[in-house]
């Protein structure tokens, strides 16, 4: 495997990855004890969540700059992955800010 076979499914893997344990975390902490999901937790977690998506499109780019070859599509899908669920993650890190974690 080439260098930028791995950065591009690096980065199209990590962005729903982050998605993943971000949803799982939080919801995690609701059954324990529903207070914990709010702040700081919810906006730290979140923020991790969204450095990871970062990270993972900061891994594509160099690759995506390239035309024609397959590895330059799949980053390029990974800019995409990591813009979208960056996108789902600041939102739902926004409703742990205004919503409280114990409102049913």
């Given at each position: 495997m080439t260098a930028d076979r791995i950065r591009s499914f690096a980065g199209l893997?990590?962005?729903p990855i982050a998605w993943y344990v971000f949803e799982q975390g939080l919801g995690f902490t609701l059954r324990g004890s529903?207070?914990?999901?709010?702040?700081?937790?919810?906006?730290?977690?979140?923020?991790?969540?969204?450095?990871?998506?970062?990270?993972?499109?900061?891994?594509?780019?160099?690759?995506?700059?390239?035309?024609?070859?397959?590895?330059?599509?799949v980053a390029k899908l990974a800019l995409l992955a990591a813009g979208l669920f960056a996108l789902a993650i600041g939102y739902?890190?926004?409703?742990?800010?205004?919503?409280?974690?114990?409102?049913h």
């Open positions: 893997s990590l962005p529903c207070a914990a999901a709010g702040i700081p937790a919810g906006p730290l977690w979140g923020a991790f969540s969204l450095g990871a998506c970062a990270l993972a499109g900061w891994l594509a780019w160099p690759v995506a700059k390239g035309e024609g070859s397959a590895d330059a599509f739902q890190t926004l409703a742990t800010l205004i919503v409280p974690p114990c409102a």
